[in-house]
């Protein structure tokens, strides 16, 4: 999301607003199969781990059609190719997700296993931005580095996730119908509390990181290698964060601590309209103290989302986590949707060109949607979060009724 709009705008020639239909429409689609996978592991045809082996092997092939393509790639080789990217990682994350869910049922431990997933997340990503600069004296360009990078770690690590990973036996869902599973979701309220927040702040996410290249470029002024330096301290922020807020989970609520992340979050994001081209220290030190708060969205939602999903099967005996993890991912997948369309077809508007000098207009375009509409946004959740009820207090008696 970060690299590949850019790749197949300079060095493929594609219209930014074409690029952006592309991922907008490919990324409707993919949405579309999320509740489905969802639905399918909670059905247990297959087991997750399976599911993770076919999601890899996907992923992995149209990753490496992507970025190596065989021909002058157009808007239908990229909108066949990034569609299955898509699909075959929602087949590996769903069943990955879920299988977290079953592997531990203690309040604060799942915060703990969701901020280590995410950790390891984290890890690769920090790989990504950072391994590729120790190759550059041979020239291997960042994308291709990546390409080698995913193919290399995924064939080593997920034998090793299956060899070590106890699946835990799930039995089948009892909600074979799809009519009985929508009524049950819609009265699930604590769902809609999280669900509402979640989707909020994706979208609050999604237009710094869709338009980070964009803005360090436009408006910084900063080179490939400021990019590379500020996404490395970045995500190594996040990592700190993720201990951090995790920690805080034995004294405060996990919806406190999500939203205390988010004030810190707007806070520091007001000081981006300070900048100014060649400031890319101070858009450092924004970057790192976001980063920072990063750690809670990454960490504390998911574990909240578990918490929801005993709410739910003590509720109406049935356990469909497999579904409501996807739905997760589904609201993620959405604001990128959203936030690509949006923003790529503005530009596209106001004719933005990368490799030009921007227009006021412009300018002020980048800074209104790069931080102007995530303040305006986490200031809404910070709000809506309130209404979440799921306390340590309450999880702990729903705990002793489903598991003793």
């Known amino acids: 999301m970060i690299l590949l709009p850019q790749i197949y705008a300079t060095d493929h020639s594609l219209a930014l607003s074409t690029i952006g239909s592309v991922l907008f429409l490919a990324k409707i689609i993919d949405i579309f199969s999320d509740p489905i996978m969802g639905w399918i592991c909670d059905k247990n045809f297959l087991s997750k781990k399976n599911w993770i082996v076919i999601g890899s092997f996907l992923s992995g092939l149209a990753f490496y059609n992507l970025i190596l393509p065989s021909d002058k790639p157009d808007a239908i080789y990229l909108f066949v190719w990034i569609s299955l990217l898509y699909f075959g990682y929602t087949i590996f994350q769903v069943s990955y997700l879920s299988i977290g869910y079953d592997i531990e049922t203690d309040y604060e431990k799942r915060s703990k296993l969701s901020a280590g997933r995410e950790f390891f997340v984290i890890l690769g990503l920090l790989s990504s931005v950072s391994m590729p600069v120790l190759f550059k004296k041979i020239n291997i360009e960042s994308e291709l580095f990546l390409l080698y990078l995913a193919i290399f770690s995924g064939a080593i690590t997920i034998p090793i996730f299956l060899i070590f990973i106890k699946e835990i036996k799930g039995k089948k869902s009892k909600s074979l119908e799809v009519i009985n599973l929508f009524k049950e979701l819609k009265s699930n309220e604590c769902l809609y509390k999280l669900l509402v927040p979640w989707f909020l702040n994706c979208l609050a996410n999604a237009f710094p990181m869709i338009l980070f ?87 504390i939602p998911p574990s909240m989302l578990s918490d929801v999903t005993d709410y739910h099967k003590k509720k109406f005996k049935n356990d469909i986590s497999g579904v409501l993890f996807s739905i997760l991912i589904l609201l993620n997948k959405l604001t990128f949707a959203v936030a690509t369309i949006v923003a790529f077809s503005l530009l596209d508007y106001f004719d933005y060109k990368s490799e030009e000098i921007s227009t006021a207009n412009v300018k002020y375009l980048l800074f209104f949607m790069y931080a102007g509409i995530p303040v305006i946004l986490k200031i809404i959740i910070i709000n809506k979060l309130k209404r979440f009820s799921l306390s340590k207090k309450e999880m702990a008696k729903i705990k002793e009724n489903l598991y003793g």
């Open 213 to 299: 290249v964009f803005f360090v470029t436009s408006i910084l002024n900063g080179s490939e290698a400021d990019k590379e330096f500020i996404l490395f301290l970045y995500f190594l922020s996040a990592l700190f964060g993720m201990a951090f807020w995790v920690y805080l989970i034995k004294y405060i609520e996990k919806k406190d601590i999500w939203r205390l992340s988010m004030v810190i979050s707007s806070l520091v994001f007001i000081f981006v309209f300070f900048l100014e081209t060649g400031h890319i220290f101070y858009f450092l030190i924004i970057s790192c103290l976001t980063g920072f708060c990063l750690g809670a969205d990454l960490a």
